[in-house]
């Protein structure tokens, strides 16, 4: 391997757009000169979007808290980049060292979008790794794969040594930890995945046989005698026992969500049907309050930044959201920092609780109804009544609130022509709404953004069995409500059916779909999230000639006893739980929160994980 000099990228930095996302050196980065273990853990998309991800800044903060070891950070290049450096031979390289990331003992792939799978093998390729595991010796790097992705990490398993099913917090460091032990040994790559697969949520890929019937479903999972017959996520039980990166990295170019992000709570409790985060992140942990306001101010000292945004799946879900706000607004409202509230439940709490923050800075609100009719919300678990979110967005634009972003879906599971017209029913009655109680002058403040996303079932929701609506149907909607949404006071959005297409087969693909991704990589398939890059043609011919019908994994309901092929993955739910709600779905039958009333669905146990909400804990302070 080439070594790298900076003046030789020097050379031709002013070259490419955006050169600021190539240096090093950023606010509160670190740097370290040697150690028993060196990671580089990489995001595999732009720095921009990359850059603000917080399982990437937590675990790089976790690692580099360890004297002996360092975690260094890529992102994947822009084509412009990629393109000078294969013409100069210089390998891909870590930001903080500039060091290839060949050299590194280690490689943590983020898995964060199946649609950033191409840049994967983008940057093992600009690295001069060997794509695939089985052509890769102990003199290569450890590459290892963790986040949502990681739930069916089969399209991936060639290409990957292991995954990371669950938390990160704990596991990386006995990764680590026997990484170091083997390294001193003359043992091959073998023996140390073969010591790996005993740690509690890692998944080696190469010690399963994967075997199928004629008709192409999945017949068995075959492991060998040592690996586990199935892989238990890991569970962080507290969250305020495990470390949370108060200095966070600030960036020198403008990137998404560039805040402070502090993670409030993990885990929901509500139960939308369609939504994989809802079910793996159980069960739900809360931070406690004190804990909270210390970490938030830590981190607003440490960046400078002036606004912070308090993530979850469900920020007004969290017990003690309002002592919390009233506690920090203490802090930030006279220092002029803004809080954000991401993501907030469709009802007048949360609009009291956005009033409260907005003393500093209003921006908008974002609210998901998903569906457009009461009936397909109830399909979905998505429950609440269409009069009582009238009433919401009233007290909304009553308080001041001229912007917010609404989200749906469309091509849900029992989805018919007037779910459709809901959505374009229920936007035109905010719009009316809004014109007739907002004053004459700040009418032309209204806007609402619309967004609209295809419908992907997910490995692990009670959707899992349904099948996906095709490109040309979904594409008819869009013209549809494209048509009918006509307003200077909607700014309409689409998400692609294509790109959403590539991402079912990912989704729910098994290990044959390897071959595909390969394919299209080759093909120059790269950066597929983005839709300027995003080439649907390319797929079709990798699917094509790798023998992959996209209907057989995307077009066709599942039978309740098939065998998936996340299957060999225990994330805590019972398989008939999930059918049950399946069920339930097309009744048009609710599920309760389960802090409100336990669903049974096999998460919480008197030995493992539970339920840890932040009022508990007051309580018992009480």
């Known amino acids: 391997m080439k070594q790298i000099f900076w003046n030789e990228i020097e050379d031709f930095l002013l070259e490419v757009e955006k050169p600021s996302q190539y240096l090093n050196n950023e606010w509160n980065s670190i740097h370290k000169k040697k150690a028993k273990l ?113 739930y069916n990490p089969e399209p991936l398993a060639p290409f990957f040594d292991l995954f990371v099913i669950g938390d990160g917090e704990e596991i990386i460091l006995e990764i680590c930890d026997s990484f170091v032990a083997w390294k001193k040994t003359s043992l091959q790559k073998a023996d140390l995945l073969r010591e790996l697969c005993q740690i509690k949520g890692v998944y080696v890929p190469s010690f399963y046989q994967f075997k199928y019937k004629k008709s192409g479903e999945l017949k068995e999972i075959e492991p060998k005698s040592f690996a586990p017959t199935k892989v238990r996520k890991r569970v962080v039980n507290d969250l305020n026992q495990v470390p949370f990166p108060t200095s966070q990295i600030v960036p020198f170019v403008a990137v998404v969500h560039d805040r402070c992000n502090l993670e409030i709570m993990r885990g929901c409790g509500r139960g939308c049907r369609f939504c994989q985060a809802g079910m793996v992140y159980r069960p739900i942990r809360e931070r406690e309050v004190k804990n909270l306001k210390e970490k938030a101010i830590q981190m607003l000292k440490a960046t400078g930044y002036e606004e912070i945004a308090f993530t979850s799946l469900s920020t007004s879900d969290y017990s003690q959201i309002e002592t919390f706000i009233k506690d920090l607004t203490n802090y930030t409202s006279p220092r002029g920092i803004s809080i954000s509230l991401p993501s907030l439940r469709l009802d007048s709490f949360s609009v009291e609780l956005a009033n409260l923050i907005s003393k500093t800075k209003r921006t908008s609100l974002t609210f998901a109804p998903e569906a457009g009719t009461e009936r397909l919300r109830k399909v979905i678990n998505k429950g609440f009544l269409e009069k009582e979110f009238i009433q919401t967005v009233k007290h909304v634009f009553e308080s001041g609130w001229r912007k917010f972003k609404l989200y749906f879906m469309v091509g849900l599971p029992s989805e018919t022509e007037e779910d459709l017209k809901g959505i374009v029913d229920l936007a035109t009655k905010i719009i009316d709404l809004g014109l007739s109680v907002i004053p004459s002058k700040e009418k032309g403040m209204l806007r609402i953004v619309l967004n609209v996303s295809p419908f992907v079932p997910k490995p692990f929701t009670p959707f899992q069995w349904c099948s996906q609506e095709r490109a040309d149907e979904v594409l008819r909607k869009k013209e549809f409500l494209r048509e009918k949404l006509k307003s200077r006071f909607i700014n309409f959005k689409w998400h692609d059916p294509f790109q959403c297409l590539v991402e079912g087969v990912f989704s729910r693909g098994d290990r044959r779909v390897s071959l595909a991704l390969y394919k299209a990589w080759k093909k120059g398939a790269i950066l597929d999230g983005w839709s300027e890059y995003f080439n649907f043609s390319i797929w079709e011919r990798a699917l094509k000639e790798s023998n992959i019908s996209p209907s057989f994994y995307l077009y066709r309901n599942r039978l309740k006893d098939e065998l998936f092929p996340w299957d060999i993955i225990d994330i805590g739910l019972k398989k008939d739980f999930l059918w049950s709600e399946f069920e339930k779905s097309f009744r048009g039958e609710s599920t309760p929160d389960c802090r409100d009333k336990c669903i049974d669905c096999g998460i919480c146990s008197p030995k493992g994980p539970k339920n840890i909400l932040a009022k508990e804990v007051v309580r018992r302070e009480e």
């Open 38 to 150: 060196r990671m580089v853990l990489i995001y595999p998309d732009l720095y921009e979007i990359g850059l603000p991800n917080l399982g990437l800044q937590i675990l790089y903060h976790i690692v580099n808290q360890k004297k002996e070891y360092i975690a260094e950070r890529a992102f994947a290049p822009a084509p412009d980049m990629a393109k000078k450096l294969r013409a100069k031979k210089i390998s891909l390289f870590s930001l903080e060292s500039k060091s290839p990331l060949s050299s590194f003992d280690i490689l943590g792939f983020t898995l964060q979008s199946e649609l950033t799978y191409t840049n994967i093998l983008d940057i093992l390729e600009l690295s001069q790794i060997p794509l695939y595991s089985s052509q890769r010796d102990k003199s290569y790097p450890l590459v290892i794969g963790g986040g949502p992705g990681a």
